[in-house]
């Protein structure tokens, strides 16, 4: 299993940014993925859920200005972050469940910083 | 949601000292996950279903727990088990972790 985050970068609040996660070594489309987020020197916060199928679960914190999405032909996971704010700055990680074990594989993370 | 703390925040460990780390839960919870984060790294999964070690975790380590209360031990501490260790729920949404033990050796 191998998870590969790319997309980050600074941004300016108010803007736009879209993440995205490359898996590899299993079977994309079989899989739900998550995305988890850590602000500089801080815990680990989950983000966002979607299913095999595309059901999406998010985190009350950025309902309404993230959106996650899949490509299953392109064996890839997607956040599309809108209307960012200053505490939306973090490493972003994409994670791959195993059974009940939701976040068994991690990516290496991409930094999104959200500054004027 | 169900809130985690952990205790201690950060604790300092001589090699071969036991180490235990706790993770109380505001809800019952059925079984608690726990990570691992090495400085600059991202976390790797470490114990799973409370007391499974994940794949390669050396076996000083071991979970243990139940309802609110969850801990993980480590039997002897050695050099490479500095780090952050996060415990997490999975038995509702949202999952959560807690805020991390920062564990460095003394």
């Known amino acids: 299993v191998q998870l590969v985050e790319s997309g980050g970068g600074l941004v300016q609040p108010g803007k736009s940014l879209k993440l995205s996660c490359s898996a590899s070594?299993?079977?994309?489309?079989?899989?739900?993925m998550h995305w988890i987020r850590q602000a500089p020197g801080k815990g680990l916060d989950w983000v966002a859920y979607?299913?095999?199928?595309?059901?999406?679960v998010y985190a009350d914190a950025v309902k309404g200005r993230f959106t996650i999405s899949r490509d299953n032909a392109k064996n890839t996971l997607y956040l599309q972050l809108n209307s960012l704010k200053s505490e939306d700055t973090a490493i972003y990680y994409c994670?791959?469940?195993?059974?009940?074990?939701?976040?068994?594989?991690w990516g290496q993370g991409t930094l999104v910083t959200v500054s004027s | 949601e169900i809130v985690l703390t952990q205790s201690p925040t950060t604790m300092a460990a001589s090699p071969g000292e036991k180490v235990t780390l706790t993770c109380r839960a505001s809800s019952s919870v059925s079984y608690m996950h726990w990570y691992q984060q090495r400085s600059g790294t991202s976390p790797k999964l470490w114990i799973y279903?409370?007391?499974k070690l994940a794949s390669g975790v050396p076996n000083r380590f071991s979970g243990s727990g139940s309802g609110t209360s969850y801990s993980l031990t480590i039997n002897s501490m050695e050099t490479e088990d500095a780090a952050t260790y996060y415990c997490q729920q999975g038995s509702s949404y949202p999952p959560t972790f807690g805020g991390g033990t920062k564990l460095e050796l003394k």
């Open positions: 994670a791959r469940p195993l059974r009940r074990v939701p976040f068994a594989y």
């Open positions: 070594g299993f079977t994309f489309s079989s899989y739900g």
């Open positions: 979607i299913s095999s199928s595309s059901g999406t």
């Open positions: 279903e409370t007391s």
